[in-house]
Nanobody
Framework: QVQLVESGGGLVQAGGSLRLSCAAS????????MGWFRQAPGKDRDFVAA????????RYADSVKGRFTISRDNAKNTVYLQMNSLKPEDTAIYYC?????????????????????WGQGTQVTVSS
């Protein structure tokens, strides 16, 4: 079992920045690729970013490339999502997720069904 708790959401003006954090507890954090997803009202849960267990490989949705950065600190069992140049269309609940992967794997899934554990989500609202 892995427990994930997100924090750092809030209200920000367009063009501003936020940094989300996701603290993990339970099983060894290093065995998991980590991802961020988001869900706007009335829409599906969409992939935002993912990072391999080593931190060497990352993957982003086209809509956030160049604006968002995922990173992790395995010593702190925490993954981050730095969000810059925020837009009103970034408004959503943001979820952290963990995907158990074989040791050494750099495969990064974009499908939410491939992730094993989820946090409760944190609201991000970007005003125009």
């Amino acid at each position: 079992q892995v427990q994930l708790v997100e924090s750092g959401g809030g209200l920000v003006q367009a063009g501003g920045s936020l940094r989300l954090s996701c603290a993990a507890s339970g099983r060894t954090f290093n065995n998991y690729a980590m991802g961020w997803f988001r869900q706007a009202p009335g829409k599906d849960r969409d992939f935002v970013a993912a990072e391999s267990w080593s931190g060497r490989v990352t993957r982003y949705a086209d809509s956030v490339k160049g604006r968002f950065t995922i990173s992790r600190d395995n010593a702190k069992n925490t993954v981050y999502l730095q969000m810059n140049s925020l837009k009103p269309e970034d408004t959503a609940i943001y979820y952290c997720a963990a995907n158990l992967v074989p040791y050494g794997s750099s495969v990064l899934e974009t499908r939410s069904s491939e992730y094993d554990y989820w946090g409760q989500g944190t609201q991000v609202t970007v005003s125009s």
